[in-house]
Each structure stands twice: as structure tokens, then as C-alpha cells.
């Protein structure tokens, strides 16, 4: 399992300023899996998916990416900072999902879709134009694909945020908190087409509150807290029998 | 006390009277711009009437051909040092941004300089660089520097350089005032840095860099007036050398301030239009045209204003 994890964690640690935020995090995802981060704001879920792509970088310990050291290179027992370039051909093969979306707002669904592979990986604009609106048809926005962000719901922003990143064709994709911005009603729509992506096979560490998801699609679950992991295990069992005072008093809260 | 709601259960009332009421009177606005209109009257008529203006002088020399000439050399330094300005501001302003120490600082220095010293000294300085540099080039290519910096020269390199210090931090605002999130989606799609700032960050930056940038135009061409002081045939050069010729300075003035007068009037009306196009917002309903789109639409005749509020 060691040399086939998709995501592995050693001990990563991270701060901002004098805050810690990661207290030495420790975590393998298998490939395929579903894999859902829980746990209260402030207790650096978000912050550690974001270290994944290197959007933040660690202070201690390693992370690997499909085997690939995440920003450095290593010689010998001598780490090398990667340079800006390199950090962005890393990124290319994850996707992440924001919180607030993020589409490009001068763009289209099918321009947002488009711009990554034709201008990152330089890929032919017809190739790139099928397949996106085949992905935007995946996500049940083929009737948008000529529609400005702010023509569209929170709902259909995320499902083209969800295209957008997997037009890269991606082996991992990265969720943070992929509905908390939406009107309860608009939940569903997002939480389908990321059923169907785990039913595809596709990668997934979701950071998220919607436990309902995390009991039926993931495979496993962490509870974190104060940047530590309280608790991880399949999610069936972890949100059925928290074995921790404070994964207790968390789902508590939020059942 | 409870409170109360009338539950229409989906009926929609049938309708209802207008109010009528008598509106309230502005007896002051009436007497103000009586007041008002009467000082101006006296005014105009006092300047229209006065012997001393020769007003047929004026209008003998609205059309001089020295005068506009002048005015095209006006036109030309406000067009080519804009054109400088913001090209060298962009420039600057992602120095400026960057996390390179030396860039930061180098364009840190230049805005401390051409912000801190006024434009009519710098113009006066760039039409002096004889006096220290007799000479400019390289080695065995160099050129007498008084041929090279002619007045239209140290004028138009005056007032580029200067402009290019003030669009670094109209540029700056505009990519600052970019959602952090945007540059962030594009980086997780593995886009690097310059990608984004050109695809992603400029192309939404330019709603707050275009309203300013309209002002700095019309400034500029009064700005252009100051080269007068090194004698760069423009306007207001123009205009000076006649009045002398002629002992006809107040009525080259008025010829002069008549042609500035135009040429910003057409210039704010320019601007207001693309303004309310910009002001408009990416964010909005209807408003996510491109920027093709939007000067292409701006400049078809007979435009109707279409897709939005």
C-alpha cells in the first residue's frame, strides 16, 4: 500500500506566523478512494489539503503526490525548493475544488473549461473544446456552455468549477468544502455529480460538513482537530461509534 | 396586540388609486438661477463687447495653420507618452507585485523619483542632459546628445516617464482589487505565474484600471502645455509665439484654451462611455462581454444598449 498511495503524510507540520496550524500530520490515501476530512473550522483541514498542491507549503515532514515529493526535489539526503514552473507542472495532474468556485468571470462555462489544456498542457483547442463540452454535459450544463459565471447559480458555478478541474485529467481531486457556499437546495446537484466521479474511480479527499456524504461515498474518514488527526476509520463506523470525547462532542453539533 | 397579515392566498389585488398630491414648490431654485443667470449674462456680455479683445482676432486664428499644427503636436504627446506610460506601468506595477526583492525595490525607486519631483522640472532636466552627458552611447557608438533630445524628445520622455509612476499604481489598485481566489484557481490548474497575471488577473483588473486611466488622458493633454517651457511647438507654444509675433497674446490665450476645451470635452465624452461600460461589472448579469466585444459593440453605429441594465 506504502509505495502505492496516491497522497502520503509524514509528520507534516505548518505554521503561520506563530500559529501552528498542522501539528505533525500523519495519512496515506489509497487510490480510488474517497477519502473525507472532518472536523471543526480552525482545526487546518483546509490548510492541509491545500499543502496537497502546494497553494501552501509545509514546514516539516514530507508529502508525496503519486510517489512525487510535493515541492522539492530530493538528491541524496539534500532537499531542492522546485522552481515556480516545476510547482506548476506538478499541479497540472490535481484538481481542486474551491469553496467559492472560482471561475474565471470574464469567461465562459466552456471557456473556463477550456483555458487550463489549451493554454498549460497546449493541447489542439478543437480536442480541448470536445471534451469540455463533453464534461459539461457530464455535469448536466451542456445548455450553459455559452453562459457568464454570474448568468449561473451556485450550483452550476461548482459543477463548471468541478469540469474546469477535471478538463486536466487529473489523478487526484482535491474538494474544499465544495457546498458550504451553496443554498441548501443546490447541495444535491454538486453532491451528485461528485457521487458519480467516486463511482468512476477518481481520487477524492473532500474536505467537508456534509456528513450524509461522507457516510455513503467515502471510504474513509479523519476527524481533525487543533491540527491533529482525533480520529480516522471507515466513516460508517467513525460516525456511528466515535471513539473520541471530542469527535463525540463534534458530531453532536453537527447530526 | 397580535399581529396581523392579510393572506391574499394567491389573488393579486385588482389594483389601486394613484396618490394625488401637490408637489413641493422650489421657489429657491427659481431665484437662485435667476441670480445666476443674470452675473453670467453681464459677464459674457462684458467680455463679448470689450474693444480691448479684438474677437475678430480670435476667430482670424482659430484655424492658423500654426495652430494646428501645434495642436497635432498636442495630440501626439498625449497619445505617445500615454501609450509609454501605460505600457512601462504595467511594467512597473508587476514589479512592484512580485516577490523578487530587487524588482520590488528598483520599481519602488522610480515611483519615489518620478512621483517626488515635479513634471516641469523633470521636463526642463531631460531637455538639459547635454550639460552633464555631452555625449550618448556606447563605446564607439555614441551621438551628440543635444541632436539626440530634441524638444519634442525631452518632452515626450519627460511626460512618458512621468506617466508610466502614476499608471504603476493605477495598475497596481486594479490587480489588487482581483479576487485572491482567482490567481489561486489558477494556479491550481497548474498555470504559472505569468499565464495568470496575463490571462486571468489583467483581463479583470481592467475595470478599475480603465476609469482612472480615462483621467490620466485628460490630464495628460493639459499636462502637454508645460513643455512650453523648452519650446516644443505644441498648443500652447504655438499659441505663445504668435501672441508675441502679433502683440496678440490674450486673444492667442483664448484661441489656445477654446481648442484645449474641445479636445477634453470629446475626451470626457469618450470616457464616459467606456466607463459606464466598464463600471458595469464582470460580476453582473448581463455584463460578461468581452472586452472585444464591448469596443466592438461601443463602436458600431447606431448602438443600442443591449444585454444589461
Request: charge should be positive; charged fraction near 20%; proline fraction near 5%.
Amino acid at each position: 500500500m506504502t509505495a502505492a498511495a496516491m497522497v502520503k503524510a509524514e509528520n507534516v507540520h505548518k505554521s503561520f506566523g506563530h500559529v501552528k496550524v498542522l501539528k505533525g500530520i500523519d495519512l496515506e490515501v489509497a487510490p480510488k478512494d474517497v477519502f473525507c476530512l472532518l472536523g471543526p473550522s480552525g482545526s487546518g483541514k483546509s490548510t492541509f489539503l491545500r499543502c496537497i498542491n502546494h497553494l501552501e507549503n509545509i514546514d516539516g515532514g514530507q508529502l508525496y503526490v503519486d510517489g512525487r515529493l510535493v515541492g522539492y526535489r530530493q538528491h541524496g539526503d539534500k532537499l531542492y525548493e522546485l522552481r515556480e514552473r516545476e510547482v506548476a507542472a506538478h499541479r497540472r495532474d490535481i484538481g481542486m475544488v474551491f469553496q467559492r468556485f472560482n471561475l474565471f468571470p470574464h469567461m465562459t462555462a466552456l471557456e473556463n473549461v477550456m483555458e487550463a489544456p489549451v493554454r498549460v498542457k497546449k493541447e489542439p483547442k478543437a480536442v480541448v473544446r470536445e471534451r469540455a463540452l463533453k464534461l459539461l454535459d457530464r455535469v448536466g450544463l451542456a445548455d450553459k456552455a455559452n453562459s457568464y459565471p454570474a448568468q449561473l447559480s451556485g450550483g452550476q458555478q461548482q459543477r463548471v468549477a468541478i469540469a474546469r478541474a477535471l478538463a486536466m485529467q487529473p489523478k487526484l481531486m482535491l474538494f474544499d468544502e465544495p457546498t458550504s457556499a451553496l443554498d441548501p437546495e443546490l447541495v444535491g446537484e454538486v453532491l451528485d455529480v461528485m457521487r458519480d466521479l467516486a463511482a468512476e474511480g477518481m481520487t477524492m479527499i473532500v474536505v467537508t460538513h456534509e456528513i450524509g456524504f461522507a457516510r455513503e461515498v467515502g471510504d474513509a474518514l479523519v476527524f481533525m482537530d487543533d491540527g491533529v488527526v482525533v480520529e480516522a476509520g471507515p466513516p460508517r463506523e467513525v460516525l456511528a461509534n466515535p471513539k473520541q470525547a471530542r469527535t463525540k462532542a463534534f458530531l453532536s453539533k453537527v447530526l | 396586540m397580535v399581529s396581523q397579515v392579510h393572506v391574499p392566498g394567491g389573488a393579486v389585488s385588482p389594483g389601486h388609486e394613484p396618490i394625488k398630491a401637490i408637489p413641493v414648490r422650489h421657489w429657491g431654485q427659481w431665484v437662485s438661477a435667476a441670480i445666476v443667470i443674470t452675473i453670467v449674462g453681464a459677464l459674457a456680455y462684458s467680455v463679448g463687447t470689450n474693444p480691448n479683445l479684438q474677437w475678430s482676432i480670435v476667430w482670424q486664428y482659430l484655424f492658423d495653420s500654426t495652430i494646428l499644427r501645434g495642436m497635432l503636436v498636442t495630440i501626439e504627446l498625449t497619445v505617445l507618452s500615454m501609450a509609454i506610460g501605460i505600457a512601462l506601468g504595467i511594467v512597473l506595477a508587476v514589479m512592484r507585485l512580485s516577490t523578487n526583492p530587487v524588482l520590488t525595490t528598483v520599481s519602488g525607486a522610480y515611483l519615489g523619483f518620478f512621483r517626488g519631483t515635479p513634471v516641469l522640472v523633470q521636463i526642463v532636466l531631460w531637455f538639459n542632459l547635454a550639460l552633464i552627458f555631452p555625449r550618448i552611447g556606447f563605446g564607439s557608438f555614441s551621438a551628440d546628445t543635444n541632436s539626440l533630445i530634441t524638444p519634442f524628445g525631452a518632452a515626450l520622455l519627460a511626460l512618458a516617464l512621468n506617466e508610466a509612476a502614476y499608471m504603476a499604481e493605477i495598475v497596481r489598485g486594479g490587480i489588487q482589487s482581483v479576487d485572491a481566489g482567482q490567481p489561486e484557481a489558477a494556479h491550481a490548474l497548474g498555470m504559472p505565474q505569468s499565464l495568470t497575471m496575463r490571462r486571468i488577473v489583467l483581463p479583470q483588473a481592467m475595470r478599475v484600471i480603465v476609469p482612472p486611466t480615462g483621467n490620466e488622458v485628460i490630464t495628460m493633454l493639459k499636462t502637454t502645455s508645460l513643455v512650453a517651457v523648452i519650446g516644443a511647438s505644441e498648443l500652447f507654444t504655438s499659441a505663445q509665439t504668435i501672441g508675441a509675433r502679433n502683440f496678440t497674446t490674450f486673444q492667442m490665450l483664448i484661441v489656445a484654451s477654446i481648442w484645449y476645451l474641445a479636445m477634453t470635452t470629446v475626451l470626457t465624452y469618450i470616457q464616459a462611455h467606456v466607463e459606464r461600460r466598464f463600471a458595469r461589472g464582470l460580476t453582473q448579469q448581463g455584463g460578461g462581454l468581452s472586452l472585444r466585444r464591448r469596443i466592438l459593440a461601443n463602436l458600431r453605429p447606431g448602438r443600442v444598449s443591449g444585454g444589461g441594465r
